[in-house]
DNA sequence: CTGAAAGCGCTAACAA
DNA sequence: TTGTTAGCGCTTTCAG
């Protein structure tokens, strides 16, 4: 491996001292014009770059930050991912990828490993939002934040969709275009993500005036199967609903697969929103689903926002919700009813 | 931020020098192994982590690559990175990830950072297998390798998915099953997945004694509404297919779902096989969905085979084509046919 | 067996 | 304006 030009180098060719070199270099301090331009002109010309390592352990930042995920790299991993890579190599800051896949040991290591790398901040992500435990590991207070993800520890800064709002806006939504007759179709209870989305269809029903408890709320799993089945149950009864929240995008799916072999028109006759704006599945679902967007990519973008805070020194603690939005596609109907 | 300790602390309190501890930790050299005990339980204690960014600015080396990919955090990327991770991380080697998103600029930038940090080489990775030019930073002579991703340069080493002989297993497989009049509905012609693809049905065919001019291929984009209108089209005509092999999962998925609304048995009457063993779709569709799994996830652990090779000295250039898989679901009925 | 010191590449404080 | 130097934290000779 031929060894990479240092600034030592750059400084004997033009002349002139590191320190110089360094100062010619790096912005700072004042120079002749002349003697930073020449500096400058030689670096280019031999390929110098700089070795952040060396700046690092100088400076005691590494301009690095870890995360780590427990969901290999899954769907909801990789959108935060994206946003938060955004973010910070806006400030070219790099970010390390673990995934520990619900291994603590795994997860363990990791972390130590990140710590021997000086990262200037970790970040937590999972496979779904329900509370974990804190990192095994001490990490000597450095800038930490769960995203997608919370932990019991009070003094940590969590991040994660509104799960309950969005369902208060599918849900309003559906009263919008003139329902009136509501069934929940969702996940295993054992979710917080259920209980919340739950919580947050009650809640827009009560708002209306309605009664909730007329309103069959139907757990399971996340799937097409799932959403296939609850839909025959639901209209398996005396007043089969006309609208109905699903807790996902493959129910939502399963739903309206069903309703079509029913012969049931969506959205003339019944109405069906899901949860997820997967957009693979919601595009291909006949007609087009409408769905809430948990806005993945700007809940990563916020966590570097918020991790560069930290890293600056603002404390902050606690769990923030962030907002999701309602995507219009087809499967509800116009807005204003008939 | 509270500094960490150092070696030097470590030292002190042991009552030895530097040299000493530094010996103690690393396992190199004699040393009375009562000192050894003694250092190691201070350190410990007072929770020594050996800052690895002086060790790589002394040793040269980072113990860190960087991945670039052009595909945002897509679907194939994920499982090429988590065998990447899991394969590199055994050798606690740590992964950059950064996206890059098609432009160029921001690739640019991107490899001058992990160039900036040292990084003991670099992979490319892409949306889809296709050539690409080569990384517009001159990296010198850094290891570079291209997973799922071409380049021109001929010193490069690309590893992509063996895409004709998965190609040649789906139809086999079809033809094993005792089907003769097969037809292929596939991608947008300028992937040259979809022209490989196309390769792999056609020598099949001819393997096996068929006429393939003979077998219709309809080529469009990878949807599932197109699935569904590629069959419209076939059985338009007078003898239509009794076996379809389609060019990824989302066309097999209309392609099946289209069968069922016309109330053709699958697979009692047709077989379909799919391509890209993406689970979530293929669990789903009725039946199950027999496919090809490229194997990405083995994929990326080779790359990081390889690419730790090429970081231990051992040169190495040219396309590899690793081998894809058949993943046997209900689609197309047994085995043997009756 | 252990201590002292040089040096990895860079920056910042201080001299000149 | 420019040069010199100490030091970031670690490893690795080379002496003792």
Redesign the pocket.
Known sequence: MK?????????QLA????????????E?????P???ARVRAIAKEIG????????S????QSQTVGVISTDSFGRFTMPIMEGLEACLSERRISVIMCNATDDPEREARHVETLLGKRVDGIVVTARRADRRPPLAVDTHGLPLLYVFSRTEDPDALCLVPDDESGAQLATAHLLGVGRRRLAHITGPERFEAVRLRRAGFVNALQAAGLDPGAAPVLAGVWSEAWGREALDRLFASAQPPDAIFCGNDLIARGVIDRLRERGIDVPAAVSVVGFDNWEIIAEATRPPLTTIDMNLTRLGHEAGRRLIELIDGAPSTGLQRMPCSLVVRESCGARAPT
Do not use: C, M, Q, Y
Not at 3 to 11: E, F, G, L, M, S
Not at 19 to 25: I, Q, R, Y
Not at 48 to 55: I, S, T, V
């Open positions: 060894t990479r030009p240092t600034i030592r180098d750059v400084a002349g002139v001292s590191v320190g110089t070199a360094s100062k010619a270099l790096t700072s301090g004042k120079l002749r002349e003697t930073r110098f770059r700089p070795n952040d390592l060396a700046h352990l100088h400076r005691g």
